[in-house]
């Protein structure tokens, strides 16, 4: 097991042999150590999980949570070779067959990132520029502190707008789905 060297581009290949212990992420072929989370993320991402799993119970679509290996290809870049590998907070998928060993290989049809002081300006930033290029429909960021959530939704011109703004009082229509709307007053519940 060889860990990450500063300055050098890595595989999905190589990420795969560092220590499972360990929690990172390859933006650019770049790696990012990941930290524990807080309680707050925690809940948030519990109760985000049961909202998107009760209603997608017994539908085609899965949510995941991380840790969850979410690889985005560039172009036409095999499985072995993406230099890009996410760990999502939440992410939900339509097509199962891209469900592969460690996570998903594709595009999820939407991702959930929930913020901390570490990750923000990779989430606000790098992700967020990455998952609308890949073409994921609906986009949210969640901040703890300040009980907001952003939406960004997939336009016809493959950019996403500026966003719809929720505070912790709010409902939220998810884009992707008829019928399912999150209250987030039960996410934002700690």
């Given at each position: 097991?060889?860990?990450?060297?500063?300055?050098?581009?890595?595989?999905?290949?190589?990420?795969?042999?560092w220590p499972e212990e360990e929690k990172w992420e390859l933006i650019n072929g770049e790696p990012y150590m990941?930290?524990?989370?807080?309680?707050?993320?925690?809940?948030?991402?519990?109760?985000?999980?049961?909202?998107?799993?009760?209603?997608?119970?017994?539908?085609?679509?899965?949510?995941?949570?991380?840790?969850?290996?979410?690889?985005?290809?560039?172009?036409?870049?095999?499985?072995?070779?993406?230099?890009?590998?996410?760990?999502?907070?939440?992410?939900?998928?339509?097509?199962?067959?891209?469900?592969?060993?460690?996570?998903?290989?594709?595009?999820?049809?939407?991702?959930?990132?929930?913020?901390?002081?570490?990750?923000?300006?990779?989430?606000?930033?790098?992700?967020?520029?990455?998952?609308?290029?890949?073409?994921?429909?609906?986009?949210?960021?969640?901040?703890?502190?300040?009980?907001?959530?952003?939406?960004?939704?997939?336009?016809?011109?493959?950019?996403?707008?500026?966003?719809?703004?929720?505070?912790?009082?709010?409902?939220?229509?998810?884009?992707?789905?008829?019928?399912?709307?999150?209250?987030?007053?039960?996410?934002?519940?700690?």
């Amino acid at each position: 097991m060889s860990l990450p060297i500063e300055n050098k581009k890595y595989t999905y290949a190589e990420y795969l042999t560092w220590p499972e212990e360990e929690k990172w992420e390859l933006i650019n072929g770049e790696p990012y150590m990941q930290a524990a989370p807080s309680w707050q993320h925690q809940s948030i991402s519990r109760e985000l999980m049961l909202q998107f799993g009760e209603y997608l119970r017994d539908k085609t679509c899965q949510v995941f949570a991380a840790p969850f290996d979410l690889r985005l290809p560039c172009e036409n870049e095999k499985d072995r070779d993406i230099t890009n590998v996410y760990q999502p907070d939440l992410l939900v998928v339509y097509d199962k067959s891209k469900l592969k060993g460690t996570g998903y290989y594709g595009v999820p049809d939407m991702v959930i990132e929930i913020l901390s002081p570490a990750t923000a300006r990779i989430d606000r930033l790098l992700k967020f520029n990455m998952y609308e290029k890949a073409g994921v429909k609906e986009y949210w960021i969640v901040e703890p502190d300040t009980k907001l959530t952003s939406v960004f939704i997939l336009q016809s011109n493959n950019k996403y707008e500026r966003p719809e703004i929720y505070t912790e009082n709010d409902n939220v229509k998810v884009s992707i789905f008829s019928n399912l709307v999150i209250e987030l007053e039960k996410v934002f519940d700690f």
